[in-house]
């Protein structure tokens, strides 16, 4: 029994059985508020098994996050896809941005994580030096100051949030160095798309505290989800009574090349990325709700 993965399930359950049906921006939705999930991430990664995973689409995302970029792409030119609609023409002209051109998608998570707050012109900019590092100050904390408490990744920047094509769903992430050198990650989501979407955030917050962990020397432990609207498309619905039918497998293993060596997160590239074990059923079809 995957009892984590069925955490994952029950809260669909949960969320068609007793959500609150909401009339919002972009759909109608059934809706809890409040909600928190739990992964052991020390000997397995929380891919989830009731459907296929597009598991190095998340990381391929998640590098992309890291690398600092704006640019959809970088990512469609990897077959990665997850951007394409919030980057068209047609929909920044919608959400009223008429000033940069197509695929770039504004100081969204990329340009927070390494640049935070840096003024924005474009995708195209060099950023060095500008703004504020939150990955290499957080690298750095774990290296030389693990049992701090201002381990914290923000992507949520109100100074920012009309120039983003999009704003952060995943705001904010703290990291906690336990005294035997575990490493977990809580992060606080404030609008989780619980069939869609949310399988690839705890898949790529996941993967980032292991990256994290193979920078400073540390052992994956724990990642902690906690959402604030998890909720559930209507045009889902369907689709997911079949999921929660499902019984889980275990979760893969993940590994990452041991032939390596890493100094930074630029370091990375999907190939030095391996998954055993991967059991799952077959996959779902869901359309994101833009």
């Known amino acids: 029994m995957n009892s984590d993965e069925q955490s994952y399930l029950n809260l669909i359950k949960n969320v068609i059985e007793k959500g609150e049906i909401r009339n919002t921006r972009n759909s109608i939705t059934k809706s809890l508020f ?5 992964f052991d991430i020390s000997n397995s990664i929380p891919f989830i098994t009731t459907k296929k995973l597009a598991w190095k689409t998340v990381i391929k995302e998640l590098l992309w996050f890291l690398s600092g970029s704006t640019n959809n792409k970088i990512l469609l030119d990897q077959n990665v896809k997850i951007w394409e609609g919030n980057a068209r023409k047609e929909y920044m002209d919608k959400i009223g941005i008429y000033n940069r051109e197509e695929n770039d998608l504004g100081p969204i998570y990329g ?9 924005y012109k474009d995708h195209n900019t060099c950023y060095i030096n500008k703004g504020i590092d939150q990955i290499s100050n957080i690298i750095n904390l774990l290296k030389n100051d693990p049992m701090s408490r201002r381990i914290i990744l923000s992507a949520w920047n109100p100074c920012q949030i009309d120039e983003m094509n999009l704003p952060p769903c995943h705001i904010l992430a703290q ?14 989501q404030r609008s989780a798309d619980i069939g869609l979407g949310l399988p ?17 020397g540390l052992k994956p432990k724990k990642l902690i989800i906690v959402i604030g609207d998890a909720h559930i498309y209507q045009e889902h619905e369907q689709v997911l009574q079949v999921q929660i039918n499902r019984m889980p497998y ?23 990325f391996c998954v055993d074990e991967y059991s799952f059923h077959e996959s779902i079809k869901m359309n994101m709700v833009a």
């Open 34 to 38: 409040a909600e928190k999930l739990e």
């Open 111 to 119: 340009h927070q994580w390494r640049h935070f707050n840096a003024n």
């Open 175 to 188: 990291f906690y160095v336990s005294t035997n050198k575990e490493l977990s990650c809580q992060m606080y």
């Open 200 to 216: 690839f955030n705890i898949a790529s917050y996941a993967v980032l505290t292991y990256i994290l962990a193979k920078l400073t």
């Open 250 to 272: 275990a979760f893969p293993k993940l590994h990452i090349n041991n032939n390596k060596e890493y100094t930074n997160v630029s370091d990375f590239n999907i190939d030095d």
